[in-house]
């Protein structure tokens, strides 16, 4: 077999990732190391100035990567059976087909553990990593923190109406509009169970899962252990992992609605 020649005998997935990584047009590398030795021989100040433009290389490649593989996720066989079970996706476990838990029918709305509310700017004094503000909602009317400190988790609540008496306990008030915010590296947070396909969606350098229904959810504890008491029917979703933040937005309006509150996040 010549040295570049792919052995179709393998696996249909790696073969078809092969074949379509061939039409995939990535930019080329910076030339980071002759660079670097270019500085230190000429101890030229201004070549870091010169180079600030190679992170938007390693953007582009970063946004025609999540393109490919939300394409991937579309068009090949393969790549949904994969997935077809189960997707863990920034923090968060997708249970496609499967069994789902019972629900309570009385309310979608169940307190996470330790939840209280503070406000925007104690959540962003509290969590360990960057909250996201959507510009096309606006501050949230609620803000609130759960599961210790630093919170695992940080939900903003929006209400069309006016917004119930936010004092130091959980507001158990239905939102119009929750995003939840947490650490997209750290083990998964919720499950969600639903009884079709999440669809994947490029959102420019970022990849992100929209769930058109609505679904079970339930917590899962810093132990790994799912918290039944908080299982709830979740609205529609869309899930995205921004910079290190994974962003769940659920609400009752449509996919194209919800793209547009997640790309003006900021």
């Known amino acids: 077999m010549a040295e570049h020649e792919w052995d179709k005998s393998t696996d249909p997935l790696e073969a078809e990732l092969y074949e379509l990584g061939r039409y995939l047009d990535v930019p080329p590398a910076p030339p980071v190391v002759a660079a670097v030795r270019a500085r230190l021989e000429t101890g030229d100040p201004g070549s870091a100035r010169r180079h600030?433009?190679?992170p938007q290389a390693v953007l582009k490649a970063a946004a025609i990567a999540a393109v490919f593989v939300a394409g991937l996720l579309v068009v090949?066989?393969?790549v949904r059976a994969a997935v077809a079970d189960l997707l863990r996706f920034a923090g968060i476990e997708i249970h496609q087909n499967g069994e789902e838990p019972p629900v309570p029918a009385d309310s979608r709305y169940a307190p996470l553990p330790g939840e209280r509310v503070v406000t925007l700017e104690t959540a962003r004094e509290l969590a360990d990593f960057r909250i996201l503000v959507p510009t096309g909602l606006g501050e949230p009317d609620v803000v609130t923190?759960?599961?210790g400190e630093p919170p695992r988790v940080v939900s903003l609540l929006y209400y069309d109406?006016?917004?119930p008496s936010a004092g130091p306990t959980p507001v158990r008030a239905d939102p119009d509009v929750r995003i939840?915010?947490?650490h997209g590296t750290i083990s998964p947070v919720f499950s969600k169970y639903v009884d079709a396909k999440a669809e994947p969606i490029a959102l420019g350098a970022y990849l992100a899962f929209w769930i058109d229904q609505p679904h079970p959810v339930l917590y899962v504890d810093r132990n790994g252990e799912f918290q039944e008491e908080t299982t709830r029917l979740s609205g529609p979703?869309?899930?995205?992992e921004m910079g290190g933040t994974t962003v769940r937005i659920e609400a009752d309006f449509g996919k194209d609605r919800a793209i547009e509150v997640a790309r003006s996040l900021g």
């Open 237 to 240: 979703s869309l899930i995205v």
């Open 76 to 78: 090949s066989p393969q």
């Open 52 to 54: 600030r433009a190679w």
């Open 145 to 147: 923190v759960a599961d």
């Open 161 to 163: 109406g006016a917004a």
């Open 180 to 182: 939840d915010e947490f």
